[in-house]
């Protein structure tokens, strides 16, 4: 079975620095996708940002951008010159590219509480 | 172009009821999926529907069950209410079955 770690239940961070956030996963499948959703107090989950296994470049959307290391199964979370908006739970995913009990299955990890001060 | 809408917002029932919550997704998507958070248990897949065809589902008890209808939208189902299924519900809709996953607001359930 798959699991997702996330081993920091909290992060702060002063706005405008920057913050990485860690992911760790174990998975059997070549072929899987790995998330990262953010959710805010009002708690819809917004994907931030995604990274296909196959694809060796680390995915990038404007502030934020990750670190995939395949080999150390290890997905971190870069966000950039931090905002007060950015302030949120934040919650690394994992999904099978496959069938079977993959289908539409998402596993998430614990979530990290992210604190922006200003 | 809407995003993904659950109703209600908000539920209070007793134990032993039932209740029934509804996903409407994205325009065009056919893919949905639902999850239990809860504080100690995190997000919980639940399950997933193609095409009106349950595709996948979680480790939850026959207590828990779901439809979708031709035009996408979904209905998850629990019966006989239990405390412990206080939570929020989330449902996700997906263009296809593996591809990104929108959210809802969700629907906070709380069974006294």
């Known amino acids: 079975a798959q699991t997702v770690t996330q081993s920091q239940p909290e992060m702060s961070v002063q706005e405008a620095e920057t913050v990485t956030l860690s992911c760790t996963y174990d998975?059997?499948?070549?072929?899987?996708?790995l998330f990262w959703y953010k959710q805010p107090p009002s708690r819809q989950m917004i994907l931030v940002i995604r990274q296909e296994a196959y694809k060796q470049q680390n995915a990038t959307e404007n502030r934020f951008s990750v670190n995939f290391q395949k080999a150390a199964k290890s997905f971190s979370l870069k966000i950039s010159d931090s905002q007060l908006g950015d302030a949120a739970m934040y919650f690394c995913?994992?999904?099978?590219?496959?069938?079977?009990?993959?289908?539409?299955?998402?596993?998430f990890g614990q979530g990290t509480i992210l604190t922006v001060h200003p | 172009k809407a995003g993904v809408t659950q109703t209600p917002r908000y539920l209070i029932k007793t134990r032993g009821q039932q209740v029934t919550l509804s996903c409407s997704p994205i325009s065009g998507h056919r893919s949905v999926s639902w999850y239990q958070q809860t504080p100690g248990q995190g997000l919980q897949f639940l399950f997933e529907y193609f095409s009106e065809t349950q595709r996948n589902k979680g480790n939850f008890p026959g207590r828990f069950s779901g439809r979708q209808f031709s035009n996408s939208r979904s209905e998850m189902n629990v019966s006989t209410l239990e405390l412990g299924d206080s939570a929020l519900y989330l449902c996700?809709?997906?263009?296809?079955?593996?591809?990104?996953?929108?959210f809802g607001q969700g629907t906070r359930l709380t069974v006294v």
């Open positions: 998975t059997s499948e070549s072929d899987y996708y």
């Open positions: 995913a994992y999904r099978a590219n496959a069938g079977g009990t993959s289908y539409g299955k998402l596993t």
């Open positions: 996700a809709s997906s263009l296809k079955t593996n591809t990104e996953a929108f």
